[in-house]
């Protein structure tokens, strides 16, 4: 079975639509979701209704948590905290229901679903192999899924040896078998990526062969950009999407 991975597609409906189309075109049998479907996008609705629609899996991210109020605004950034309560005020009571009934970690086909790290399904960010190390240690699968930091990142652990890790681009082909170690895989972020490359970020994930495929989708990023904008939304939540930061 062939699994698009996706997430941190915070609100970003013209990223979203892109991935899923590229999803299909390649042959993805379904998608797993691993959480931040609002935020710092404008079209909270139309993400969570393409996640009701198509999603095998979703997790629940920490914009989406904060959006619910299962934790508090105080610990988001300025930004994050006013898409987020201008979202509350927006976003309609069932999909409301849908993102609070959302847990921020899982597991699948003896695969790791977090949205944030094994550790930390809501907050920690996994960027060096020390912290991947620290996740590898905790995890009990093999294999495990995290988003959260918005960049496409894998690490490994071989037996008897130490974490290392890399950044993932477009078009990177990856062993993932048994005899190879264990692994953490972040297919990077659908609606707002932070690697310098604006291009939405999402995984496919062969369960079959134990391969993982990173695939990157142009966009209409001004569109995107528009919708934040006429919601007055913070200009720079607009703004860095053309940058991929």
């Given amino acids: 079975m062939q699994v698009a991975i996706l997430s941190d597609i915070h609100g970003n409906r013209h990223a979203f639509e892109a991935v899923l189309a590229d999803a299909e075109l390649v042959g993805a049998d379904e998608m797993w ?5 609002v935020g710092y996008g404008a079209e909270p609705d139309a993400c969570v209704e393409l996640a009701r ?3 095998a899996i979703c997790l629940a991210g920490n914009h ?7 934790i508090g605004l ?7 905290a006013i898409a987020a309560r201008w979202t509350q005020e927006t976003i309609s009571d069932a999909n409301m229901q849908f993102l609070a009934a959302l847990q921020p970690a899982g597991e699948e086909d003896s695969v790791g679903l977090y949205h944030a790290s094994p550790r930390d399904p809501v907050w920690e960010y ?10 590898l240690d905790s995890q009990p699968q093999r294999v495990a899924l995290i988003g959260h930091s918005h960049v496409a990142l894998s690490f490994v652990r071989p037996e008897g040896d130490v974490a290392t890790g890399e950044a993932r681009r477009d078009g990177d082909d990856l062993d993932i078998g048994r005899g190879t170690g264990e692994w953490l895989l972040n297919p990077g972020s659908v609606g707002q990526p932070r690697d310098g490359d604006p291009r939405a970020a999402w995984m496919l994930l062969d369960l079959d062969r134990w391969q993982a495929r990173w695939r990157r989708v142009q966009y209409d990023v001004a569109g995107a950009a528009a919708a934040i904008r006429a919601a007055r939304l913070p200009d720079s939540l607009a703004e860095r999407l053309g940058y991929g930061q």
């Avoid at 979701?33 to 479907?37: A, Q, V, Y």
């Avoid at 989406?64 to 109020?69: K, Q």
């Avoid at 996994?126 to 996740?135: D, F, G, K, T």
Wanted: proline share 0%.
């Fill in 74 to 80: 105080e610990e988001f950034s300025t930004g994050a």
């Fill in 126 to 135: 996994v960027l060096s192999a020390l912290l991947a190390e620290l996740c």
């Fill in 53 to 55: 629609r198509h999603a």
């Fill in 64 to 70: 989406d948590m904060g959006v619910t109020g299962a």
């Fill in 33 to 37: 979701c691993l959480g931040d479907l």
